[in-house]
């Protein structure tokens, strides 16, 4: 299904070939649970998220949607060199 004004394009997501401040919204959509699968898990993380930050506007959002709970979750996005407010929503008893 094609949708006009969309583009889809496959990247690295550590590693994103957007500008600084490009998107209003960064929507990770169990991206977290994948990378946390992997190797290098934590730091692959964070250098994750670092980019999505990077590419949000100084206003934007990032919204992750994930199975983890948010105990396994949170702490990666309170990190040192991360600056946005987390706010957490549960929609489903974990």
């Not at 960064?26 to 649970?33: E, G, P």
């Amino acid at each position: 299904m094609k949708k006009k004004l969309m583009i889809y394009e496959v990247m690295d997501v550590c590693d994103l070939k957007y500008p600084d401040n490009y998107f209003d919204v960064v929507i990770d959509k169990s991206t977290i649970d994948a990378i946390l699968c992997g190797d290098n898990a934590f730091l692959n993380t964070a250098i994750m998220l670092k980019e999505g930050q990077r590419v949000l506007k100084v206003d934007g959002k990032y919204i992750a949607i994930s199975y983890g709970k948010p105990s396994t979750r949170s702490f990666h996005f309170e990190r040192k060199f991360l600056s946005w407010t987390l706010k957490e929503y549960t929609f489903a008893p974990v």
